[in-house]
């Protein structure tokens, strides 16, 4: 029998990340007529257990409490010793985007003997190989790989698969205890950047700003118009590498991958590394004063207009619209 | 200390979209107009060891490359950025090798390099290619040398014993105790921009020594290893087309221009809730 395995940090709860590699390894492993299973890094809450468990034929949880701040060389060892108490036998392992899991993924693939692969916006079994879609060339390029050793281990542009559906039974629940070794890379403090409003990856609308803006003062004009439609603010690498706003705000294939529902890029051309931050958008709105700019080749409506004339103004009119 | 940067050669991800073409046998992009030119994360990891060089003194960092013989070039410019010495691994056989292999080569030939002249305290990679992106090679590096690694580092600063590493998560910057010998895979930040070389520099990274050695010198002389596609291959690649039809807003007066502009947001807006 083959299985499916989806990884995640208990700490990040059930969030829309989760909920994308759950739904993306349910379909995996109806595909293999296989279970899907879900290995838990770390304390989880009851109510992210449960969500879990709703989704998925097996949930393990290791939850050790020294995995709570989660240490990468401890959550390597505790996805090892989850894979190995879930039977072993999986096709595939599927992990989320954050920075711990994009870490543990090549990694845990070496140490289960079977191959990995980064970023994939979509995945599918052809016989015994995993197919993982994904772009190459800074964005300019698709390319499918073929995965030739089992298990699979792939971590997932998560937010971009549908959640997983809620099963007709939960499956069953067990906890692991794990012997955990001492890391030998010890994370010892954490700068949490300021976080107003939602994670930009969790926003359901983002407002971007370029290198076009020319300098910090013009974000301040954006933020005005964000918070006229609740929006959370984004900007592109040139904006972040020219220190005009912090590095967590970059879209990009470097920076966060987003998925909003509406993403307004302002003075933002669309280089090939920024398409592939919000390509998973749903619907693009630019704001440019280059009508050739590639970014209104990947837009659903846009105005060809210095940002200067249309941003207060626009703003203005959002206002009186809201009433 | 000693410190060793791992580089990587690639066609210069900078040619604009329109240039870009697929050659479909090789299952890659086509040279075209395109330079060679050094990873950017692979000249961040040289600068970021360069820096950590002058803070902690007696630190010499060696660069490593498996390449064709092209890539000395990439070597050579990091010696002239101040770089001690480098090592050329040649490589044979498919041009874009996997991860594993990759990390394989790598491995060997920091091991080899350690018998001569000592263990590497720390092995700096960059943390993905500006070509294939896939960013498989640290995680893969470390494995095979048994060793730690923590990704995302931006800065690396001698400590009592140990090395301090920064790096970016998710969530903010994350401090770390490093105790050697580890690898970190290393992002850019504004304080590790590569310097560029001196004029006399330049001059001087020709009397630097370069080593090259064969796969067949590191005992990885296989079909497996040529091949470079027992873990993955790309079975197939191609350039999107999913462009889609931009509607732009009309109207005589920037007024109503932007009056449509707001009133498709307005509706996107209020169909979210």
């Known amino acids: 029998m083959a299985n499916v395995a989806v990884c995640v940090l208990g700490s990040f709860g059930y969030d829309r990340a989760a909920q994308g590699v759950a739904g993306a390894g349910r379909a995996l492993a109806e595909s293999v007529g296989g279970e899907l299973h879900v290995l838990v890094v770390g304390p989880a809450e009851d109510g992210a257990v449960a969500a879990l468990s709703a989704a998925a034929d097996r949930v393990l949880i290791g939850g050790n409490e020294e995995l709570r701040d989660v240490q990468p060389e401890q959550a390597l060892q505790a996805a090892e010793q989850l894979h190995a108490a879930g039977g072993g036998d999986y096709v595939a392992v599927l992990l989320s985007n954050d920075t711990y899991s994009q870490e543990i993924a090549p990694r845990l693939a070496y140490r289960l003997g079977g191959s990995s692969m980064a970023d994939a916006a979509a995945i599918r079994m052809d016989g015994d190989h995993l197919l993982a879609q994904r772009t190459a060339y800074g964005g300019k390029a698709i390319s499918i790989y073929r995965l030739k050793k089992q298990p699979s281990v792939v971590w997932l542009r998560a937010r971009g698969f549908e959640p997983a559906p809620e099963q007709a039974s939960a499956g069953e629940v067990t906890s692991i205890d794990l012997a955990l070794d001492a890391p030998r890379i010890r994370i010892t403090g954490r700068e949490v950047a300021e976080q107003e409003g939602v994670r930009l990856e969790d926003a359901q609308i983002i407002v971007s700003g370029g290198r076009g803006l020319g300098g910090p003062e013009p974000f301040q004009e954006l933020r005005r118009l964000a918070n006229t439609i609740g929006a959370e603010q984004g900007a592109s690498r040139a904006a972040c590498d020219a220190g005009w706003v912090p590095p967590n705000w970059q879209v990009g294939q470097t920076g966060k991958k987003v998925a909003p529902e509406l993403y307004i890029a302002i003075a933002i051309s669309g280089a090939s590394q920024h398409l592939l931050g919000m390509g998973d958008s749903k619907v693009v709105a630019a704001i440019n004063t280059d009508a050739d700019a590639p970014i209104f080749k990947h837009c659903s409506f846009g105005i060809v207009e210095d940002y200067k004339q249309v941003v207060p103004l626009l703003t203005e009119k959002l206002q009186a619209m809201a009433g | ?273």
């Open chain 2, 1 to 273: 200390m000693r410190v060793l940067v791992c580089l990587k050669q690639i066609l210069d991800p900078d040619v604009p979209a329109r240039d870009f073409e697929i050659d479909p046998a090789a299952k890659a992009a086509k040279r075209g107009g395109a330079n060679l030119v050094t990873n950017i994360f692979c000249e961040n990891a040289i600068e970021t060891a360069l820096q950590f060089r002058e803070a902690a003194a007696d630190a010499k960092i060696t660069a490593l490359c498996y390449g064709e013989s092209t890539a000395e070039d990439c070597l050579r410019k990091a010696m002239a950025m101040t770089v001690d010495e480098a090592c050329l691994v040649q490589r044979d056989g498919n041009t874009n090798p996997d991860a594993a292999a990759v990390g394989r080569v790598l491995a060997a030939a920091i091991q080899r390099l350690e018998q001569d002249g000592g263990p590497f305290d720390a092995v700096l990679v960059g943390r993905e290619s500006g070509d294939w992106g896939t960013g498989q090679t640290g995680g893969a590096l470390a494995e095979e040398l048994g060793r730690p690694v923590l990704g995302f580092v931006e800065s690396l600063a001698p400590g009592n014993g140990s090395v301090t590493l920064r790096r970016q998560t998710d969530v903010g910057i994350e401090v770390a105790e490093a105790e050697p010998p580890f690898v970190v895979t290393i992002t850019n930040n504004e304080d590790n921009v590569p310097r560029i070389p001196k004029t006399r520099d330049v001059m001087m990274s020709y009397r630097k020594p370069l080593q090259k050695l064969s796969l067949a010198d590191l005992g990885l002389d296989s079909d497996e290893i040529r091949s470079g596609s027992s873990n993955f291959e790309v079975e197939e690649i191609f350039v999107p087309t999913d462009e889609v039809e931009c509607e732009l807003a009309e109207g005589d007066t920037l007024d109503e221009r932007v009056d449509q502009l707001a009133r498709k947001i307005h509706e996107v807006v209020a169909s979210i809730g």
